[in-house]
C-alpha cells in the first residue's frame, strides 16, 4: 500500500501540487487524468523521487517514508518512464531491457517472459535507433516491466503506438499487475482506452485532486465535463462494465 498524504510540490515557487492524498492498495492499473498542465508528470516525477521540493508525507503500507529512500532503495520499488524513448547508445532491444535488472539486483522475471509479452522476441537482437518510435515505446514499457518492482509508473506510455497496439499492450500489462500483484499509474489521455481498463482513477485540475473513483464513478460526474471544457456521452448499454466516450466540443 502507498499512502500520500497532504503532498504539495514547488517548481520555482510555483506550487504545482496542491494538498493531494490518495492511497494505491490494489493491484491493478490506475489511470492519471486531467488537462495539460494540470500537475500529472510532476505527481509521477514525484512518486519515481525526481521532485525534491515538497510538503506532505508519502509512505508505503510497511511505514517506510519514501523521503528517507536512498535512490538506490527507491529503485526495489519504483519502476519509472518518463515517455522520452531517447537513447544516446545503440543496444540492442534485449541489453536495454536487461539493464532494469541492474536497478534492482533481482531476477524473478525471465527476459524471454517480458520480451514475448510486448511482442519483441523477434526484434530482441536489433539495434535500439533502428526501432520506430512505436516500437521504441514497447521496448521501454518492457524495460520497466524488467526491473520488477511492485509500483510502475508510466507517462503517456501508448502516446506513440497505433490503437490496436495500445489497448493490446496495455490491456497485456494490466493483467500482468493483476496477477502478479502490481501497481501500474499511468497517465493517459485517451478517454475510451481509460474507462475501459482503469481499475481507479485520479483527475487533477490545476494541481488538485479533483475527482477520484472507478471508471463508472468518474465518467459519471458532471465534473469532468467542466475539467475537460467538453462533453462526455456514454454509449452503449447502461449494463456494460465499462462505458466508451466520446467528447463533443462544448459549449
Known amino acids: 500500500m502507498l499512502v ?34 494540470s500537475g500529472k508528470s510532476t505527481l509521477l516525477r514525484f512518486l519515481a523521487g525526481l521532485e525534491t521540493v515538497y510538503t506532505g508525507m508519502c509512505h508505503l503500507g510497511e511505514g517506510i517514508d519514501l523521503a528517507t529512500l536512498s535512490v538506490g532503495q527507491r529503485a526495489a520499488y519504483f519502476a519509472y518512464d518518463s515517455g522520452n524513448l531517447f537513447c544516446p547508445f545503440s543496444y540492442r532491444v534485449e ?23 510486448f511482442d519483441l522476441l523477434p526484434l530482441r537482437a536489433q539495434p535500439y535507433l533502428a526501432l520506430s518510435q512505436g516500437q521504441q515505446a514497447r521496448v521501454q514499457l518492457a524495460r520497466t516491466l524488467m526491473q520488477d518492482t511492485r509500483y510502475i509508473l508510466w507517462d503517456e506510455p501508448v502516446a506513440h503506438l497505433d490503437v490496436h497496439a495500445s489497448y493490446l499492450y496495455l490491456q497485456r500489462a494490466r493483467d500482468f499487475a493483476l496477477t502478479r500483484g502490481k501497481v501500474i499509474v499511468a497517465v493517459l489521455h485517451d478517454f475510451y482506452l ?34 475537460f471544457k467538453v462533453c462526455f456521452v456514454p454509449v452503449g448499454p447502461s449494463t ?11 459549449k
Open 4 to 37: 500520500a498524504e497532504q503532498v504539495s510540490v514547488r517548481k520555482r515557487q510555483v506550487c504545482i501540487l496542491h494538498q493531494l492524498s490518495f492511497v494505491l492498495a490494489s493491484p491493478g492499473l490506475y489511470v492519471v487524468m486531467g488537462p495539460n498542465g
Open 95 to 117: 541489453e536495454i531491457i536487461a539493464l532494469a535488472v541492474c536497478c534492482k539486483g533481482s531476477r524473478s522475471l525471465q527476459l524471454e517472459q517480458v520480451l514475448q509479452l
Open 240 to 250: 456494460s462494465t465499462y462505458t466508451a466516450i466520446f467528447p463533443h466540443e462544448g
Open 194 to 227: 481509460a474507462s475501459c481498463l482503469g481499475d481507479g482513477f485520479m483527475v487533477l485540475d490545476k494541481g488538485c485532486m479533483a475527482l477520484t473513483g472507478t471508471s463508472a464513478q468518474v465518467f459519471a460526474d458532471p465534473r469532468l465535463a467542466d475539467i
